[in-house]
């Protein structure tokens, strides 16, 4: 393709062959002080990834050989984070933030200072390849994009390729100055040093670059700082290169979404939104239902096996994975929790836990970390499990609360039952067997065991190991104390009633002796 064909060639065409770049430089040192916020800009999050996760995991699709993300606000926090999401990172501190030119040229320094080069303190160390430059703040872009850009700056020969888009409204970015005979690239204006006649035009700077690292470190070492800012621009660098005689070419972006850049708590909304319709649409291709899109969220760890089917007001989130033919909502929020084929989960929230194939959960059930639910086995209504492994096929069906425990397979756990595990300093483990009949108000005092088949008592408090086969009573014995009612309530409505009752019954008794017959019928 030519220097300066306006669109980004297909997939099918980019990418094969393109070598990969030498470095990505993510650009993450500004405030982001539109954020009105505590946490560094890059560092706020959608669909579960930090917007600088997804930079950097946009930047890995192009296996570069070195990634460098400058930081400068918030610097401890912004690296630390790099170190978590992605350690072979490098990181370079920009200490004032004197442009975006500035800011690469400080990556660049960190680059040469790896290749232990000496170089001389003026100059900014050369990078053989390619360098292609990106911000931190944009979390739509995209692999594919950045792989079409660098097939586009390599099968040119660009000495640099800019990501353009075509936007509705242009305000602020930098606008791509176009030679009106040729349409050839001649600079890039910012907005602030922009005539009115540039500010009419709607292609803008995307901010996302393709370099020849010798080239750019030579024209980083002639930007100057005499705009309106104050700055050493990045995109001055584009005129620099072109004055020298060299190829400068555009790409231009299909969908301006994918380069919009997060500056707001609007903007981070309306981005997540964008993502999260896209990783819907992706799984809705691939054969997962979902009911209600607009009420759906996911991150980007989330995965489905097909015929998934995921119900109205649901938040799937971290690396939860739900299994062929599995229904979960609605009304559900799952975090790191893996749903068996055909389970079927309801108005829960899990955290941590596996669901096995044909289980059931909720509705109204919170399953917290550490909680493994056998194949059809059964959480019902207003149970909550923690660090509980419960067997094939047992059902702990009403009002319960499961912790620390072992169940073994086909056991029944009665209504309104607590595995008691805490004694106000530690916690301890209940063990319950297989095939157990455990009655409805249970506690089972830990650590204690009830043996298979055993049976308890319902209202009883366990605090003795239950043999197997035994049936375990622990409650006390009922007493009941006649006419208390009539001599310590007279009069009143139970009293009454107590009454009436007891002359029906008398009557009945009477009716039976005369109607009743002795012929042995
Ligand atoms: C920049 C571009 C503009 C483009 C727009 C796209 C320049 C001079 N202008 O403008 O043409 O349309 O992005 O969004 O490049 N940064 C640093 N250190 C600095 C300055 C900036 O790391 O000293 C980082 C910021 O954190 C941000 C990125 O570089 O991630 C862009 O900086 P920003 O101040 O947002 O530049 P814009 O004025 O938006
Ligand atoms: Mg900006």
């Known amino acids: 393709m030519s220097s300066n064909l ?3 060639p297909d997939s099918a065409e980019a990418g094969e062959g393109t070598p990969a770049p030498a470095a990505v430089v993510v650009l993450a040192a500004g405030e982001g002080t539109r954020m009105k916020s505590a946490t560094p800009k890059v560092l706020h999050e959608i669909c579960g990834r930090s917007l600088l996760g997804h930079v950097l995991a946009a930047a890995r699709e192009l296996e570069p050989e070195q990634v460098v993300v400058v930081v400068g606000h ?6 630390a984070h790099c170190a978590e999401v992605d350690p072979a990172a490098r990181t370079a501190v920009q200490h004032e933030q004197r442009g975006t030119g500035h800011a690469v ?7 040469g200072g790896a290749a232990r080069e000496p170089v001389a303190s003026a100059a900014v160390p050369p990078v053989d390849g390619t360098v292609v430059v990106v911000c931190g703040d944009t979390p739509l872009l995209t692999g594919e994009t950045l792989r079409q850009l660098s097939a586009a700056h390599a099968a040119d020969g660009n000495a640099v390729t800019v990501l353009t888009a075509q936007v509705p409204d242009a305000t602020g970015y930098g606008r791509i100055v176009r030679d009106e005979a040729t349409g050839a690239v001649t600079a890039i204006v910012e907005h602030k040093d922009a005539t ?4 009419a035009i709607r292609e803008i700077n995307s901010g996302v670059f393709a370099f020849d690292g010798r080239l750019l470190a030579e024209a980083l070492g002639q930007v100057r700082t005499d705009n309106s800012q104050g700055e050493e621009y990045l995109t001055d660098v584009l005129g620099i290169l072109r004055a020298a005689g060299h190829r400068v070419g555009a790409a231009l972006a299909d969908d301006h979404r994918e380069i919009a850049g997060i500056n707001n708590r609007v903007q981070l909304a309306e981005a997540r939104g964008i993502l999260n319709d896209r990783l819907l649409e992706r799984a809705m291709l691939a054969g997962v239902t979902v009911v209600d899109p607009a009420s759906t969220w996911v991150d980007v760890g989330v995965t489905f096996g097909r015929d998934a089917v995921v119900q109205p007001g649901t938040q799937l989130l971290g690396s939860t994975h739900l299994a062929e033919g599995c229904e979960v909502g609605p009304h559900s929020r799952l975090r790191d929790t893996l749903v068996g084929a055909g389970a079927r989960v309801e108005f829960a929230v899990a955290d941590a836990a596996e669901v ?3 289980a059931s ?12 639910l056998g194949p059809k086995s059964k959480a019902g209504t207003y149970v909550e499990m923690k660090n509980a492994s419960v067997g094939e096929g047992t059902k702990v069906p009403h009002l319960s609360y499961v912790g620390d425990a072992t169940i073994g397979e086909y056991t029944n756990i009665g209504a309104a039952s607590v595995f008691v595990n805490y004694d106000g300093q530690e916690k301890h483990h209940t063990t319950v067997g297989s095939h157990c009949r ?5 506690m089972f005092v830990a650590p204690v065991t009830v043996g298979d088949g055993a049976y308890t008592a319902a209202g009883s408090v366990i605090t003795k190991d239950v043999p197997p086969g035994s049936l375990a009573v622990a409650r006390g014995q009922q007493r009941n104390i006649a006419g208390w009612v009539a001599r310590k309530r007279p009069g009143s409505a139970a009293a009454k009633a107590a009454e009436a009752a007891e002359e029906a019954a008398a009557a009945e008794a009477s009716g039976e002796v005369s109607g009743g017959s002795d012929d042995g019928d």
Do not use: C, F, K
Request: charged fraction near 25%; aromatic fraction near 4%; charge should be neutral.
């Open 6 to 8: 306006p669109h980004v």
């Open 196 to 199: 009115d006649v540039q500010r």
């Open 361 to 372: 959960v909720g509705p109204y059930a919170y399953l917290r970390p550490g909680t493994r």
């Open 74 to 79: 918030a610097r401890e926090q912004v690296a």
């Open 105 to 111: 040229r400080i990556a660049l320094e960190e680059l």
């Open 356 to 358: 096995g194939a044909g």
């Open 438 to 442: 455990t009655g409805s108000d249970n």
